[in-house]
């Protein structure tokens, strides 16, 4: 297996990450195959090829089995490890018999994920945890001792979070000594709540917009990184749109993918990086042509002008900015 050249950030995320929920084979409790492994590390290598070092997971994507799988092919690729960045999640409970589906960050919990993902994926760190989802019932002093004992024992090396909104985030950073360096949330040309938020403020259309106010302010000020997930929007512009409003932007998106030299995938990835956050894509897909179609995106900056990311955006919302 090759390696690439990008070096690991040292702040625990890249320029576009490989989120590895698709690996692993079925979301049922069945085994995985030999074969599942080489999808896995035929995924990982067009990663690699396409300049993508850092790998996100999480303990619940295929119960367990994707990160057992990338497991795998770190063990048939001594050095591997040492080369790339990756990333894990805890938080999330799936449903089991008579135990609802539930969010879950009590301080013991988080510890025993912990171990579980590491010793699923072969490794002795992680490079970077994120806590899944807000559990309403968790105590911020709980889970922040839980986070710094996995620090102060070599576990995990930096922390952060996904799906929560700047208070959220401040309110446990209050509570710990090692700083949150990332977020995690829905964000794409086609999900645009947490664009729309700061540019509908006094306008009727300001109480339509569900995202928290101040979240991406708050990630710039305390150099919080923002990784998108869903940044592809599923397929929408790159292959099946729904809507006659899809199929527009799809166009544009063609066009200017066209100009450019390079593919809509990266088109669209770049829309987000052009954002002063610098936002940091987490594409989903583990379809080796899909990967290296978004290699220009991990190499290179954005190559969007400020009115061709206006068009972009004013495409995608169907409407004028107010």
Not at 12 to 24: E, K, S
Not at 165 to 176: C, E, G
Not at 235 to 240: A, C, D, I, P, S
Request: with cysteine; charged share 20%; net charge negative.
């Amino acid at each position: 297996m090759t390696s690439s050249d990008a070096p690991v950030p040292a702040h625990g995320t890249g320029r576009v990450l490989l989120g590895c929920m698709g690996l692993g084979g079925t979301w049922d409790t069945a085994p995985y195959t030999p074969a599942d492994v080489d999808a896995a590390e035929a995924a990982v290598e067009a990663a690699l090829e396409s300049g993508i070092t850092v790998f996100d997971h999480a303990d619940i994507y295929r119960h367990g089995k994707a990160e057992a799988v990338f497991g795998e092919v770190l063990a048939r690729a001594p050095g591997l490890r040492d080369r790339i960045t990756l990333q894990s999640k805890c938080g999330i409970r799936p449903a089991d018999g008579d135990r609802p589906g539930m969010y879950d960050l009590r301080g013991p919990t988080i510890v025993r994920k912990v171990e579980e993902s590491l010793a699923r994926l072969r490794t002795d760190v992680l490079d970077v945890l994120l806590l899944h989802r807000p559990d309403p019932l968790a105590d911020p002093a709980e889970v922040a001792a839980a986070l710094e004992s996995l620090h102060r024992q070599g576990l995990v090396r930096r922390f952060g979070v996904s799906n929560m909104n700047a208070h959220q985030i401040a309110r446990l950073q209050a509570h710990l000594e090692v700083p949150l360096v990332a977020d995690q949330l829905e964000m794409s040309l086609l999900r645009r709540d947490w664009l729309e938020e700061g540019v509908l403020v006094n306008t009727p259309a300001s109480a339509s917009v569900g995202f928290t106010a101040g979240t991406v302010e708050h990630c710039l000020h305390h150099g919080i990184a923002l990784q998108a997930w869903g940044p592809l929007a599923q397929g929408r512009y790159t292959g099946r749109q729904e809507t006659p409003q899809e199929q527009s932007t799809a166009a544009l998106v063609a066009e200017l993918a066209k100009a450019k030299g390079t593919t809509p995938e990266t088109v669209l990835l770049w829309w987000l990086q052009r954002h002063p956050a610098r936002i940091s894509p987490v594409i989903g897909t583990t379809n080796p042509t899909r990967i290296r179609a978004c290699r220009d995106a991990a190499v290179a900056a954005p190559d969007l002008t400020h009115e061709e990311w206006y068009r972009l955006w004013i495409t995608a919302r169907g409407a004028a900015l107010p």
